[in-house]
């Protein structure tokens, strides 16, 4: 009997086992059942090389050693076939586990092999000079293998809608080879073609979708990543037992890091997630860049692992650490909902609540919920163009005059007629990506209003428009808007674009390049909401501005008759920026008082509420026809 090609395949099987527990033993079931199988060839390759060297010393060897020989290789041949029977179903169910009842009926042919193996007629043939196998019990024993192969593939079939098309592929093509070689050796006994047929299969499964590599990070050591979370998450929704998503998040810096910034996490993490493996026994999953998660069976290893963690927040780093805990079922009902809540706190909510610890519960599920329903909204505004703008009037208190005014988007929900704040679907816009298509819809309709409405006919010099820090720094934003004001025949000087600081200018070079070509054409640039945020006193000095908004809160907080002490810090900004050759606008004007104090500061354009609120424009029309001066409410 020929050996070699076992020995072969046995040291095939031997590497890929290697693999597997260099990697950390596997944690989905259908991985584990294909560790088995690995297992279950190994053996079966040693026993086929055990029988063969008995095979090959038949006048030496006894008789009891021969049929143990036989014994052992047709039994984990058995055996072998019937595993990966069991890694069929489960890849092909819904369930986290297969139930007594499916294993029993799987077992039952296995049964029937291993008793006749046990009671049954063994011997052995000769043809060409090599030895071969035969008898009732094996002949029995290679039937129930080739039924075991035969179910696989029709399951394997039947079911293909629940697997991936490339797993179907995979697991078809490894079963017609076991099949093929199977029927061969069935005609040609004398070759030994088991342990081929079973390296391959392993070997197909392996490389399509059982490498545990494949559900690592590669530069992370030991951190499984979130193709292998979502994997092992099925899997524990279905089992519908209550467990905890512990995730560690890392904040402090933005997604675009340098490579020590990189490095720098990265140890972190991969600290974290061995600290967890060792002392609480889980594993730890990349879920996001900037995120670690864990699953975790009970409250008390909740704890634990939240004490740990707490330990390392004093540590120095240039990261800050929020502990999150989600409770499965009880706040997320599906595998989706889980990956929205996890995804929605890790990317935005942490960084807008800074908090140590935080659990996400209801409140979390419906803020995300909201969140969600934004972006619903937000994109098929911008699919269907149904943004509003409106204006809001600026006073000129040089001449008392409201020669400009703020073109502010507005979102409308369709189903109530309702509202959105923009500091609410502006931050989602931006998130989506689809704050430059905005910025685009909102001027094109404010440029279609000026030239329709002939508005320097009002009186209206200036028409303001916001401008984000996105747009601001794209190569084509100045060829675009000239585009459009060329198209409807729009003075550039009418134009005064405000740079708003929801999303921070990170490339000046282009924001410089935009700003001096469309300043070339006529237009200026305003900063707005000073005293907030990335608005400050480096940006002015930055970039040539024409005009600084203060924030309203700013200007609400220096004027608070409380804290009269704060009418120093607006003085000196004043003072700044006048000294500093800039024109200065005051938002949040509410009522008379407010005004006079400005007015007295030397502000030189207001905007509020006490003038009046942003309107649509047939409304914004109608202020202009009957403004009524300086201090007087139109």
Partial sequence: MEIRSSIIALLIIAILIVIFLKRGLP?????????????????????????GIVFNNLEDTSSMLKRASQNLY????????????????????????????????????????????AIGDLSYGMEDGRVYNTGEAIAICYLVGAIYIIISLIRVVVLRG????????????????WAGLALFQFFKRDVQVSSIAMVLMAVILFLSLENPKEFFERSMDGIRNRDAFQMTLVEKMAKQKSFFIASVVFTGKTAVMTSSDRNELSSIQVDIGKMAESYIGTVPYLFNWNTLSFFVETPQKVEAFMNMVGGM????????ITFCILEVPKYVKDIDQAVQALTFVSGEYVYAHSTPYLVIDDTVIEKMNLRYTIEDVVRQAVKDKAFDVFYQPILCVADGSFSSAEALVRLRRKENESFISPEDFIPVA????????????????????IAREKLSSYGVKTI???????????????????????????????????????????????FMENMNKLREKGSSFSMDDFGSGYSNLLEILKMDYALVKLDKEFVWKCLDPDEPENMKMLDYTINFLRDFGLHILAEGVENLDQAKMLIDKNVEFLQGFYYSRPVPEEEFLEFLKSQKGLFEVG
């Fill in 430 to 449: 931006e998130k989506c990506g689809l704050i430059k298509e905005i910025d685009d819809l909102v001027f094109e309709k404010v440029c279609s209003f």
């Fill in 313 to 320: 927040k004093e540590s120095e780093s240039n990261y800050s």
């Fill in 464 to 510: 303001e428009v916001n401008l984000s820090g996105n747009e601001a720094v794209d190569e084509h934003t100045h060829s675009r808007l000239v585009g459009k004001m060329e198209k409807y025949n729009i003075p550039p000087h009418f134009i005064n674009f405000e740079i708003t600081e929801t999303s921070y200018i990170s490339n000046d070079k282009a």
């Fill in 27 to 51: 944690q989905l079931l259908a991985s584990k059942i294909f560790f088995g199988f690995l297992v279950v060839c190994f053996l079966c390759n040693l026993c086929e090389i055990f029988e």
């Fill in 74 to 117: 047709a039994g984990t041949l058995v055996l072998a076939a019937l595993v990966m029977c069991l890694y069929v179903y489960a890849k092909t169910t819904y369930k986290a586990w297969i139930s007594p009842l499916a294993i029993g009926i799987v077992v039952i042919p296995g049964a029937f092999a291993f008793l006749a193996l």
């Fill in 162 to 177: 629940r697997i991936k098309r490339a797993d179907f592929t995979a697991i078809s093509a490894g079963l017609i080879t």
